[in-house]
Nanobody
């Protein structure tokens, strides 16, 4: 079973930057990878996703122009560069991966991803 391990979370002031990393142990199971985030009392939302073999990434409107997803296949690592962070970006961020299936990489929800990390907290203070 693929293991996903996130790192890079932390506390920053508004306007600051962070880079999250997600290392996958079994890349053959990572057709689609994404970053979700969740704040207490709200549903987990898909922030960004990418088909690891190529293609245009999906970005939620709330992060377009500020967040950038990238991958280093040699290191089996997915990155999320988060710039110009806002207090509303405060959340637990989770990495997720899945194999191909019905649907598309930009529409799958958290329950559609078979492989999930434990999360890394991002806190942005005003």
């Amino acid at each position: 079973q693929a293991q996903l391990v996130e790192s890079g979370g932390g506390s920053v002031q508004a306007g600051g930057d962070l880079r999250l990393s997600c290392v996958a142990s079994d890349t053959y199971k990572t057709y689609c990878m994404g970053w979700f985030r969740q704040v207490p009392g709200k549903e987990r939302e898909l922030v960004v996703s990418i088909v690891t073999s190529g293609g245009r990434p999906y970005y939620a409107d709330s992060v377009k122009g500020r967040f950038t997803i990238s991958q280093d296949n040699a290191k089996n690592t997915l990155y999320l560069q988060m710039n110009r962070l806002k207090p509303e970006d405060t959340a637990m961020y989770y990495c997720a991966a899945r194999r191909p299936g019905p649907g598309t990489c930009d529409t799958w929800s958290w329950s559609d991803f078979a492989y999930r990390g434990q999360g890394t907290q991002v806190t942005v203070s005003s």
